[in-house]
């Protein structure tokens, strides 16, 4: 199984600060990244596929970027709304797997 | 807009058989670009991808369940089902049924709101 290690674990920030979450994949893997929100209570959502496309309806401060191995997602004006759960999950080969999640809560 | 919903048992008892059904409303199972999907997720924990079906057939377990798991369809009702035997209380999750797009690269693009189940006596 390809292994998804996201850091960090978890993350404390300010509305309005631009943050960046990274996910190592323990192969090379192309662009096959989807990065995903989760609030309490929710299914996940997905913002960003195939490792930098916009998902439809998401807003643009969110962003993805990488190739390969290493991948990251930039959130850049943090929203209120944004404080959530958020992981990546890598889609090149099955078992699809997903990284341990970034728990990114208000300062 | 596509929709999905599961259900089934929110209690299954330890070493019988967990089976949960996905309804998909506004589109058609049918839709060749899609694998329809079953993942779960543990209290406090990642999701965990269980396996997928397409509507040619194919199909491709989680080899940690493989021996234990089906995923199938009923076209009529525009559904697809998870079967899970022998289950124990690590099987204790939130189940989610989802849609994996090919156009996207395989990214789950639509989930379900969730079901939880409890293996417990």
């Known amino acids: 199984d390809i292994q998804m290690t996201q850091s960090p674990s978890s993350l404390s920030a300010y509305v309005g600060d631009r943050v960046t979450i990274t996910c190592r994949a323990s192969?090379?893997?192309?662009?096959?990244v989807s990065w995903s929100q989760q609030k309490p209570g929710q299914a996940p959502k997905l913002l960003i596929y195939?490792?930098?496309f916009l998902q439809s309806g998401v807003p643009s401060r969110f962003s993805g970027s990488g190739s390969g191995t290493d991948f990251t997602l930039t959130i850049s004006s943090l929203q209120p709304e944004d404080f959530a759960t958020y992981y990546c999950q890598q889609t090149y080969s099955t078992p699809y797997t997903f990284g341990q999640g970034t728990k990114l809560e208000v300062k | 807009q596509v929709q999905l919903q599961e259900s089934g048992p929110g209690l299954v008892k330890p070493s019988q058989t967990l089976s949960l059904t996905c309804t998909i409303s506004?589109?058609?199972?049918?839709?060749?670009?899609?694998?329809w999907t079953w993942i779960r997720q543990p209290a406090a924990k990642g999701p965990e991808w269980i396996g997928r079906m397409s509507v040619f057939g194919k199909t491709d377990y989680n080899p940690s369940l493989k021996s234990r798991v089906t995923i199938s369809a009923v076209t009529s009702r525009n559904q697809f089902s998870l079967k899970l035997t022998s289950v124990a209380a690590a099987d204790t999750a939130v189940y989610y049924c989802?849609?994996?797009?090919?156009?996207?690269?395989?990214?789950?693009?639509?989930w379900g709101q969730g079901t939880m189940v409890t293996v417990s006596s």
């Open positions: 989802a849609r994996e797009e090919a156009n996207r690269g395989s990214a789950i693009d639509i």
């Open positions: 195939s490792a930098s």
């Open positions: 192969r090379s893997i192309s662009s096959f």
């Open positions: 506004g589109g058609s199972i049918n839709s060749g670009s899609y694998y």
